[in-house]
């Protein structure tokens, strides 16, 4: 009588999952619905480690299910029952062997796909790479667009089929930059470079966002990044270009405020404003955006901060294109 | 001089909150309640002498226990609160930082204020018993670890409603926990709070290791140990190489924002990832300490509840201390996103996959201590049971996760949230669960009820199921962690919607458990056999509650289930031990200064957290008195009388 309930109780815990299960089957999630290469390798190696999973979680709880029940405490239970029987190599062997199997081949397939999936590795395409430098800020995602000249607030469009550089850096608490379509994510930390490359293989509008807590609004840091063809967005950066005001170093100085903001757009922002954010905190250099600003050491005089300015502008001249990480 | 002091109010009182005014007239009214209470029934002295100032291990447990359950409505409370403001969409109910805030005290309280002392307090329960020792083996240092656990407790929980609660996410990376971008003494109250209570736990794990290898009863070898004593001799040993990286990172971030130290900040040459580096290095350990007493409660219930002998006894202990181990080589795998080379990742995504292997092989075992054996569903073996599937499932979310590539999607997504969950929840909340309701009748002398108890582990089941399931689904659709709020367009409503509904069950679940504890004080059923569950360890010899000095006499142990073959010996009618003559037991002595130590330290870190120095400097010198005190008592030790000792243990064995 007991253990009918018992049961009971066990049936409506199964409706509840397939409940779940099915209502979330009506829409596909959509890490798992990528539109572009790194996503399409992420997806498939998910779903092998879902089989894996799937392979090793049936017997273990039907063998669970099958032993709850079978050795139950009942007075007519059948079943044998040796309660000094605590060892046997055999299985033990089996037990130890099978898991130590399945890392071995979960292992190898994760090394591989490590290797092929570096963050930083381009992507291969006949098209050449365009690059996007995005920024993360309190709380917000400034995008410059070196080869376009253009600069964008928590709006961000590429063209498809072309393999998108990012390199992430952060001028705020650090952040991660996700757009799960496309692919996985990637820490944007102050005072170094990261790169990431993406591509978008279909026309679209893919959800985006700042994944690491970073204070108050990180929340509000989502926005869409918009896939379209290139001939489309050689009109767009064209138009941005045109109707546009410009970024200037104290308009970026501002907008590195605190704030939430909505999409803005910028015809042009100042020369080498990312490197310069990255090198923000490096003690040798000193330029617009230093930390150590330069009104803030009397003792220099004016003369030795133009110098200086120059001596970081020919520098970041002589700058690799992109930098390395740590 | 009146604006002055109005704007010192506002910074040190937390304000403009309807929530946080509600909190603070409830904890005034208890603060009065409870004085009075103690005034009116003259309970001052009999707290003072029989509570603050005991040293008995048995006793210490209690109130290890009594402070975690308090600490888990805390931290439940919290979960309820954020669940409600993401029922919805754009839900207006918590501002982001309060929401910030919350998410943040949660964390900490569970793993640090809740988890812990409950794991310590079953320590202290159980392990002498277990080992048949009368007490642990630095009884001084046993009650100052818990006061200055519970001391920084509340310390941190002050911060609730003086100064404000900490809102850096409950491992505070910099450069958001440091001065620029977090100034309010939130973080200050995190600091101090995790500090002070991390010396006890690591004084803690120091004292059962020594407790575990010095005390145990003759016969008892080390291979001969019940497992729940292994599994805490395995986490007291990663407690002790963890918890000082936690002391010293905490430190090095508290000299950052106190004294304008640049150890983690880029201006003046620090390195924030140095302290994501430290953190995890004592923080991925810190989920295996908890975890591993856990599968020792396990085996225990396992091996009670089926009549049968522990399966892989050695495989056991293996699998323990490899994970012991191995728990200290996985830490980065919280931060593969960061960008470093594919050989690092490959390497930690690797280690991480290989703790998978003993712990499966832990779920084996005890599978096959069920086979062939007899199994009855009494609420310690329910816990046990249901502990299974979620755990297996969180395990398998656990080695996807640590498949790196894939990693890159499901990290900082609700795919990790509802992983950890499923583990810590269903691995060591259930555990810890298990193990209470398991050693209730010996600490308190009479069991718990049975159909509430049912009720509550159905709906704490239910409610888990129904609340994590779908945050998988959520983490792959995209959902971050820690995001205070969402619109329609996202499509992550029904989902939502559903895990309040199940975090609320769990609510319920938790309201069962208070009411079947007030119901079986109410209508208490007294353990009068001392072994309610037919028992296999020394604790079951024992009459409940156990007396003072545990053992009238010093038991051999023999066997791995000394008990068990005792009681098959008796029912055979073969007398193997000769009765012992009762001597007069040497017990240690009561002290007043752990308690008043560890308010000492609680006063130095309130000074510091606000600046004042005459408040903080007085607070050290009061730390430097109670240790020169202490090292100059001799005398602080007495003798149990034989006749005592012999007219106790008729009473409780019902022959007199």
């Known amino acids: 009588m007991k253990h009918r309930k018992w049961y009971k109780q066990l049936a409506f815990l199964t409706t509840w999952i397939v409940f779940i299960v099915f209502m979330t089957g009506c829409t596909n999630p959509i890490v798992l619905d990528p539109k572009g290469p790194i996503g399409d390798q992420q997806r498939d190696l998910i779903w092998f480690t879902i089989a894996i999973c799937i392979a090793v979680l049936i017997p273990v709880l039907g063998l669970t299910a099958f032993i709850i029940w079978r050795y139950r405490d009942k007075a007519d239970n059948k079943a044998p029952y040796h309660p000094d029987w605590e060892h046997s190599t055999k299985l033990e062997t089996i037990w130890w062997g099978i898991p130590i199997l399945i890392i071995i081949v979960l292992g190898t397939v994760t090394v591989k796909y490590t290797y092929d999936l570096v963050p930083a590795k381009p992507i291969a395409s006949e098209k050449k790479a365009i690059t996007i430098q995005a920024t993360a800020l309190d709380w917000k995602w400034l995008f410059t667009y070196p080869d376009q000249g253009i600069a964008t607030v928590n709006y961000l469009q590429i063209p498809e089929d072309v393999p998108i550089r990012f390199e992430l850096t952060a001028d705020a608490p650090m952040n991660s930059f996700w757009i799960p379509q496309l692919g996985g994510q990637l820490y944007a930390m102050s005072g170094m470079s990261s790169t990431l490359y993406l591509q978008a293989d279909e026309i679209g509008e893919y959800l985006s966002s700042g994944a690491n807590f970073s204070g108050e609004h990180f929340g509000k840091m989502t926005f869409n990044t918009k896939a379209t063809s290139q001939a489309d967005f050689d009109a767009w950066v064209n138009k941005v270009k045109l109707d546009s005001p410009v970024l200037t170093i104290d308009g970026y100085k501002k907008l590195s405020q605190k704030s939430v903001e909505d999409p803005l757009l910028y015809s042009a922002f100042p020369n080498k404003l990312y490197e310069k954010i990255v090198t923000k905190y490096s003690a040798h250099y000193n330029h617009e955006l230093s930390y150590k600003e330069p009104n803030s050491k009397p003792s220099h005089d004016h003369k030795m901060n133009k110098e200086d300015h120059e001596n970081m502008d020919q520098q970041l001249e002589d700058m690799p294109a992109h930098h390395g990480h740590h | 001089m009146l604006e002055s002091i109005k704007k010192f109010a506002s910074e040190f009182f937390v304000t403009g909150d309807p929530l946080i005014y509600g909190a603070m007239v409830s904890i005034g009214f208890t603060m009065i309640a409870l004085v009075a209470t103690l005034t009116y029934f003259k309970k001052w002295g009999w707290l003072w002498r029989e509570w603050i100032t005991t040293v008995d291990h048995k006793r210490i447990g209690i109130m290890y226990v009594i402070a975690a359950l308090l600490m888990l409505f805390r931290g439940g409370v919290d979960a309820l609160l954020m669940r409600t403001q993401l029922a919805l969409p754009n839900m207006e109910f918590l501002t982001p930082e309060h929401y910030n805030q919350i998410f943040t005290t949660h964390g900490v309280i569970m793993i640090l204020f809740m988890a812990m002392p409950l794991m310590f307090g079953l320590f202290n329960l159980v392990v002498p018993l277990q080992i048949g020792a009368r007490d642990v083996a630095f009884p001084f240092l046993n009650s100052l670890s818990f006061w200055l656990f519970l001391m920084g407790a509340m310390l941190f929980n002050l911060s609730f409603v003086i100064g404000g609660s900490p809102d850096a996410g409950w491992l505070a990376y910099p450069p958001l926990s440091e001065k620029v971008f977090s100034p309010s003494v939130g973080q200050d109250f995190y600091n101090w709070g995790i500090q002070i209570s991390g010396i006890g736990s690591l004084m803690t794990g120091i004292n059962f290791i020594v407790t575990i290898l010095k005390m145990r009863a003759p016969g008892m070898k080390l291979m001969k140990m019940p497992m729940f004593v292994w599994s805490v001799l395995a986490s007291s040993v990663t407690i002790i190489f963890a918890f000082p990286i936690l002391t010293v990172t905490l430190a090095l971030l508290m000299l950052d924002r106190t004294f304008g130290a640049h150890f983690f900040t880029l201006d003046g040459g620090g390195n924030p990832m140095m302290y994501i580096n430290l953190i995890w290095m004592w923080g991925h350990p810190e989920v295996y300490i908890v975890i591993l007493p856990a599968f020792g409660i396990f085996s225990e219930i396992v091996s009670t509840f089926s009549k049968k002998k522990l399966f892989g006894y050695k495989s056991m202990v293996f699998a323990l201390m490899t994970i012991s181990i191995t728990s200290f080589f996985t830490w980065a795998h919280h931060f ?16 991480t996959m290989i703790i998978a292997i003993p712990t499966g092989v832990k779920v084996f075992n005890w599978l096959f201590t069920m086979f062939r054996g007899r199994i009855t569903f009494q609420t310690p073996m329910l816990w046990t049971l249901g502990f299974i599937p979620c755990f297996v499932v969180g395990g398998l979310t656990g080695v996807m996760l640590s498949v790196a590539p894939a990693d890159f999607q499901f990290h900082n997504s609700y795919f990790l949230i509802a992983h950890f969950h499923q583990v810590l929840i269903g ?130 142990a023999d066997e791995q289930d000394a008990w068990w073959e005792e009681k098959k010996r008796r029912a055979e009618g073969i007398v193997t031990v000769t009765e012992q003559p009762i001597e007069p037991i040497h017990m240690p002595g009561k002290s007043g200064i752990p308690f008043i130590k560890s308010v000492c330290w609680f006063v130095t870190g309130f000074g510091f957290i606000w600046g004042w120095y005459w408040m903080a400097i007085p607070g050290l010198i009061g730390i430097a008195a109670c240790m020169l005190i202490h090292s100059f008592t001799y005398d602080n030790e007495y003798y149990i009388p034989a006749e005592t000792v012999k007219h106790t243990e008729a009473t409780l064995r019902g022959t007199m």
């Open chain 2, 336 to 351: 593969f996103t960061m960008g470093t080379d594919a050989n690092v990742i490959a390497f930690f995504a690797v280690t």
């Open chain 2, 427 to 556: 691995g060591v909340a259930f555990g810890f669960f298990a193990g209470l309701y398991y050693w209730w009748p010996k600490v308190f002398g009479f069991t718990l009820n049975e159909k509430l108890g049912k009720w509550a582990f159905w709906t704490w089941n239910i409610g888990f199921y129904v609340c994590f399931m779908p945050q998988y689904f959520l983490g792959l659709d995209g959902m971050t962690r820690r995001t205070s709020t969402f619109g329609w367009d996202k499509g992550w409503y029904e989902l939502n919607l559903t895990s309040t509904i199940g975090g609320f069950m769990m609510g319920l679940g938790f309201i069962f458990q208070v009411w079947q504890i007030a119901h079986s004080v109410r209508f208490m059923q007294k353990d009068t056999t001392g072994d309610p569950w037919n028992g296999r360890t020394l604790e079951w010899s024992i009459p409940s509650p156990a007396p003072e000095y545990n053992f009238a006499v010093i038991p051999q």
